[in-house]
């Protein structure tokens, strides 16, 4: 018997057999300081047979308690329906052999004689004979191709309506000479409606607007040079609005010699009444369809 000594070895038997880990232990559950308060409330409020009362039985005898097979015994006082199928549901009976036999022979011979003369003479005359499509051969080897599909026949040209306008352009010129003279017939009444500024007035309004303009510039260079203040910022920003609006409409009116005045209110009026009328169009026309 030999013995092996090991001297160099890295086993290690501490953790052979490992423990579960140990689980915290849980804390104590919650009880509110009024529970006992609120139960003795809860049940203060609460009466056995408040709703319906006590039944009232009168008591039984001690020496009559309940015995075997002395409870009360329902039992059905009538008896239970038959189902049964009526008259109606009942299918003719199968009949007999001897009355059976004279039928199925005479359909029998029915089914033998068969004129097939007649039957043929019958399918031709109802059948509709097939019809032949138009080729026509390209090759000297016979490559067909359809005819009506190939435009080699005058398919068109003989119809009615060849050569002539179709009716939906006819109906789309109507409708573009209608529009056209709509827009004449607007064009001229905007034009009525247009006024021109004499040159006595161009010069006043353009008088009244430099002046105006020379007022806000006044203000506008009487503002303090610190601007440190929301409500001084905000009418610095206005201050200059107004000087832009001014400086434009003075250009305006120097370029242009010849001014014409338009009233707006009239030409909503008018663009409203027009959208009315083409919307009560659209509903005829829907109406019609």
Same mark, same amino acid.
């Given at each position: 018997?030999?013995?092996?000594?090991? &001297?160099?070895? *890295?086993?290690?038997? #501490?953790? $052979?057999?490992?423990?579960?880990?140990?689980?915290?232990?849980?804390?104590?559950?919650?009880?509110?300081?009024?529970?006992?308060?609120?139960?003795?409330?809860?049940?203060?409020? /609460?009466?056995?047979?408040?709703?319906?009362? #006590?039944?009232?039985?009168?008591?039984?005898?001690?020496?009559?308690?309940?015995?075997?097979?002395?409870?009360?015994?329902?039992?059905?006082?009538?008896?239970?329906?038959?189902?049964?199928?009526?008259?109606? *549901?009942?299918?003719?009976?199968?009949?007999?052999?001897?009355?059976?036999?004279?039928?199925?022979?005479?359909?029998?011979?029915?089914?033998?004689?068969?004129?097939?003369?007649?039957?043929?003479?019958?399918?031709?005359? *109802?059948?509709?004979? /097939?019809?032949?499509?138009?080729?026509?051969?390209?090759?000297?080897?016979?490559?067909?191709?359809?005819?009506?599909?190939?435009?080699?026949?005058?398919?068109?040209?003989?119809?009615? /309506? &060849?050569?002539? $306008?179709?009716? &939906?352009?006819?109906?789309?010129?109507?409708?573009?000479?209608?529009?056209?003279?709509?827009?004449?017939?607007?064009?001229?009444?905007?034009?009525?409606?247009?006024?021109?500024?004499?040159?006595?007035?161009?010069?006043?309004?353009? /008088?009244?607007?430099?002046? *105006?303009?020379?007022?806000?510039?006044?203000?506008?260079?009487?503002?303090?040079?610190?601007?440190?203040?929301?409500?001084?910022?905000?009418?610095?920003?206005?201050?200059?609005?107004?000087?832009?609006?001014?400086?434009?409409?003075?250009?305006?009116?120097?370029?242009?010699? &010849?001014?014409?005045?338009?009233?707006?209110?009239?030409?909503?009026?008018?663009?409203?009444?027009?959208?009315?009328?083409?919307?009560?169009?659209?509903?005829?026309?829907?109406?019609?369809?």
């Amino acid at each position: 018997m030999s013995v092996i000594n090991i &001297y160099y070895h *890295n086993e290690n038997i #501490y953790n $052979v057999e490992k423990k579960p880990p140990e689980r915290p232990p849980k804390p104590p559950l919650y009880h509110s300081r009024f529970e006992h308060q609120v139960r003795r409330e809860t049940k203060s409020c /609460k009466d056995a047979h408040r709703t319906m009362g #006590y039944a009232k039985v009168p008591p039984q005898k001690p020496d009559e308690f309940l015995k075997k097979n002395c409870g009360v015994r329902y039992r059905a006082t009538k008896s239970a329906p038959v189902r049964l199928c009526g008259p109606a *549901n009942h299918k003719p009976p199968i009949p007999k052999k001897d009355e059976l036999a004279p039928v199925a022979k005479a359909a029998a011979m029915n089914a033998k004689c068969v004129d097939f003369k007649v039957e043929n003479i019958r399918k031709v005359v *109802n059948t509709s004979p /097939k019809k032949v499509r138009s080729r026509y051969a390209d090759t000297r080897k016979g490559d067909f191709h359809d005819l009506e599909k190939s435009g080699l026949l005058p398919v068109y040209k003989c119809q009615p /309506k &060849y050569g002539k $306008v179709p009716g &939906y352009l006819e109906r789309r010129k109507k409708d573009l000479e209608a529009a056209k003279q709509r827009s004449e017939e607007q064009s001229a009444e905007e034009k009525a409606r247009c006024e021109a500024i004499s040159q006595e007035e161009r010069l006043e309004l353009l /008088k009244g607007l430099k002046k *105006n303009w020379e007022n806000l510039q006044r203000e506008y260079q009487s503002l303090p040079l610190l601007i440190d203040t929301v409500p001084k910022m905000i009418r610095k920003a206005k201050l200059e609005k107004g000087l832009k609006e001014l400086e434009k409409d003075i250009l305006t009116i120097e370029n242009n010699p &010849y001014i014409y005045v338009f009233d707006d209110e009239q030409a909503k009026q008018e663009q409203q009444h027009q959208q009315q009328q083409q919307q009560m169009q659209k509903q005829r026309k829907e109406q019609n369809k």
